[in-house]
């Protein structure tokens, strides 16, 4: 396997491109006018947006698809702009990324590079070909690696919260006009997808250590948010992920961190620290904070020195924290506090990160990607308060209607006790089978069990959710048909986890939507 990936116009092959990773990876080698096809068994809006783009996707995942730049002939893309030269390795252009690739004219000679992820297996048809005919193979971390040697680069890592903060660190270097190239794991609508490509000298990327692959990441900037163990599929203690963690922050120049996480406080020594207690030493820290319904305020502090007040439009305490990573962030970078403050109050969220999906029947439905214990507590939390204070014009009281799918075996039977304590800020809790993302099933814990760990622990509780308040409903069908007699005017329906139970949202919608129309027609009828 080649050391070096060649960004100087050989083409790049990516099995299961559609991935969220892989698609964002593609789309910006796809707008520098890098030749890029890829193979998904799915088509999708992201695998559209790549064609848009002028990537060749194949609908299934067969050796032939690597003979496709074979015997092809590339148009030159003409001169670099006066002033710019390519590095020698990496092939872009003093780190701006609107430069376009030098054309090569003919392809034939070009075995195109091969991109997978950790989801790939080796008996896939294409890997087997690729490997058998010695083409070029890297994994999306070896990359993601190479772009972002080649940038002043921003890499955001941590167990959670690294997608909305490095999509808030990304939006603020847009709207301070610095133009950065961005590669985050969700979409985001400023920028309409999951990845864009900037003029500027800047990349923003999440760094993702489900893999290990993040210890291969040597970004300028690194930010970690907080250091647990998400992924017992690959790691067999927290202090293996402490090590993988370790390494990052050895691999950059600057390590932004949140001390508010004990385990990164105890085992990282970051160069910029923020927190959101005012005593906890940190270089950036807040006070006077106030959580809303549909936002929260905080005086944020620089030290001994007040900078100003922060406005968000995103809710909860964890959400103050990844914005405070983008305050620490964009200082840094030399912004004045006004600029921050007038960007980030803007900033509407990433996409399935407590995203309203629509509200009919005076029900609101809200998407989460919370799939961890600390996740689904949080996103439960910002759910309380909005119910809290979120008028509605029905005299039913406002409920919580928690509907997690959960996501893995090893994830859910490694922490189980611990999800069966998570569900405490939700009325009414809905537990769906396990989506088991490609894992075997070992028999070895199920989605009902989940459900009977959530009603002990509510026993054990006087605080916690009723018995009689915790169903199990297997399948999406079966979640559907139980929210259609279930949900009430003014509930909030929060759907959570990492796999693909948000499909049945619109169909929910739908019902509701009927229901009201039939209502509104008794109604007018009636008078």
């Known amino acids: 396997m080649p050391n070096t990936v060649d960004f100087t ?13 892989m698609s964002a990876l593609a789309y910006v080698l796809a707008k ?51 002033g710019i030269s390519v590095s020698p390795t990496l092939g872009i252009a003093s780190g701006l990324a609107n430069t376009k690739t030098v054309g090569t004219g003919q392809l034939s000679s070009s075995l195109p590079q091969v991109i997978c992820s950790t989801a790939i297996n080796t008996v896939n048809s294409e890997y087997q070909a690729a490997l058998e005919r010695g083409y070029p193979i890297f994994h999306r971390s070896d990359l993601l690696a190479a772009l972002i040697q080649d940038y002043q680069s921003i890499g955001v890592a941590g167990t959670h919260g690294k ?12 709207k301070a006009g610095l133009d950065p190239t961005i590669v985050v794991g969700g979409e985001v609508d400023a920028w309409d997808g999951n990845a864009r490509l900037g003029n500027g000298p800047y990349l923003v990327a999440e760094a993702d250590e489900s893999d290990g692959s993040l210890a291969k990441l040597s970004p300028k900037i690194g930010v970690v948010t907080n250091i647990e163990l998400d992924h017992p599929d690959h790691y067999d203690s927290l202090e293996q992920v402490i090590e993988i963690f370790q390494t990052f922050a050895r691999r950059c120049q600057i390590l932004v961190g949140c001390i508010d996480c004990e385990t990164l406080r105890s085992h990282l020594n970051p160069t910029i620290s923020y927190s959101l207690r005012r005593d906890a030493g940190a270089n950036y820290s807040v006070d006077n904070v106030n959580y809303y319904a549909y936002g929260t305020t905080a005086r944020v502090w620089e030290g001994n020195e007040v900078l100003g007040e922060l ?55 809200v998407d989460d990607y919370a799939h961890h214990p600390s996740e689904i507590q949080a996103t439960l939390a910002a759910a309380r308060l909005r119910k809290s204070e979120d008028g509605t014009s029905s005299s039913t009281p406002r409920r919580v209607v928690a509907i997690f799918q959960p996501h893995r075996y090893s994830r859910t ?37 989940v459900r009977d760990a959530i009603c002990a622990a509510a026993q054990r509780s006087a605080n916690g959710v009723h018995h009689e308040n915790v169903y199990y409903s297997p399948t999406l069908s079966s979640v559907t048909e139980l929210l259609t007699q279930t949900l009430q005017p003014g509930d909030l329906a929060l759907f959570l986890g990492a796999g693909n139970l948000n499909q049945i949202i619109p169909q929910v919608i739908e019902f509701y939507q009927k229901a009201e129309k039939d209502q509104l027609r008794e109604l007018s009828q009636k008078a």
Not at 11 to 21: A, R, S, V, Y
Not at 326 to 335: I, S
Not at 419 to 426: L, V, Y
């Open 413 to 449: 039977l490694t922490f189980l006790s611990e999800f069966a304590e998570a569900f405490s800020d939700a009325d009414i809790v809905v537990i769906t089978d396990i989506y088991s993302a490609g894992e075997p099933n070992l028999g070895q814990i199920s989605g009902e069990q």
């Open 163 to 174: 997608t909305t903060t490095s999509s808030l660190i990304g939006y603020l270097l847009l």
């Open 32 to 82: 520098r006018q890098i030749p890029v096809s890829g193979s998904d068994l799915r088509s999708t809006h992201i695998t559209q947006r790549l064609q848009a783009v002028g990537a060749h996707l194949f609908g299934n995942q067969d050796a032939t698809n690597l003979e496709f730049f074979r015997s092809r002939t590339e148009p030159a893309y003409g001169e670099l702009p006066t």
């Open 9 to 21: 116009g050989k083409p790049f092959h990516f099995i299961g491109i559609g991935g969220i990773g």
């Open 311 to 365: 406005h968000l439009k995103l809710l909860g305490q964890h959400n103050l924290s990844n914005a405070l990573a983008a305050v620490a962030v964009g200082r840094y970078l030399g912004l004045e506090f006004d600029v921050i403050d007038s960007a980030l109050s803007t900033f509407e969220g990433a996409k399935r990160r407590f995203e309203l999906r629509g509200k009919c029947n005076d029900i609101s439905f």
